[in-house]
């Protein structure tokens, strides 16, 4: 009997996923659950059918994708096509390729191009105590004040378990990661007993960090130009807004204090939060 | 080495937004993004075709004496990157 397909929302964006795997169904309930509403007519329709001659098939508004010899082979192919529907046809918020958290009410923009460390940075203030909203997409709104919703999704490493990571972690032995046939593991941020933020939260902060090794912290002030054109640099569908989205994130940068920091230690950055969230 | 009678002119296209006296030069045609300081944003205003280099650099370092020795340094530096880019052009 086929499940009851769920309905993943984003933003303005919706895309409906069938799994006649009821393993792989569980699994993707409970990775998408803080994105279910049935609200939004899905614009895309996923299906993860079979096996058929011992293959499982991912296919896109009956276009396949992909076949596999296991179903859960078919999740990263999933995750990057679903993550792209979700987000290329964006026109009412300003779609960034960014993590984000929620610390004490206020929502934390973590920008930066893959391998800048915001996977990291975001599984840090996890484990000191931050909501979870997204480890890579971002929807913000340039209203008063600006908010932000989050991608949820897993938290994806690119190796099994990064060394720096074993203090936050609550059991590093018992291996929870889901190995995926990309060489990823992906983290349910539940299994770090983080909450998660699935509604919009307000935009306190944008942090734009580079992780280099042995640097000493370095966090400098931006100004609001700098913000604005950092911003931009992570803007994925400006071709679907206004001017590019220039004006919007120019809004954002105008009411948000802005720093690009160097670290080597995502503590020292968590502790550089604590201390200085709530100054004005 | 920089020829001061040059004169810069803004390539066409270009949208400018003033955040706190820095600005951002966005060409839509491009999608090219610039983000200036202000010093840049300065130069930039001044870039109308008819001024040359020498003309921009005289009227700012009349305007900050203080900082006449940098701006004579900086404003074919800013010119050249804007050029860089293909924000100006040479008339």
Redesign the interface.
Known sequence: MNQPPLIIHFGDQAASLQCDDPELAAYLSEMFQHSLDGRLSPRTAYQISGPVDGRFTLSRDKQILQTTPTAPALLPWLMQDLVSALIEAQTEHLIFHAGGVLVDNVGIFLGGQTGSGKSTLTACLLANGADYLSDEVLALSPATPPTMVGLVRPLVLKEALPPAWAPWLPDPTSSPLAAMTDGTHWILPAWMGAAVAAGPVPLGLLLFPTYRAAAPLAIRPL????A??QL?QNLVN?RNLP??G??AA?EI??RVPAYQITYDEATAVAAWIHDNLHLP | MVNLQQRPLPAPGY?I?S??G???L?N?AS?Q?L???QSGALVWQLCDGRRTIADITALLAAAYPDAAAAITDDVPAILAGFARHGAIHWQ
């Open positions: 100004s609001t130009a700098e604005a054109f931009l400006a001017d590019k220039v004006s120019a940068a105008r | 949208h937004e955040l706190d820095e600005l951002l966005f839509p999608d993004i983000q200036t300081n």
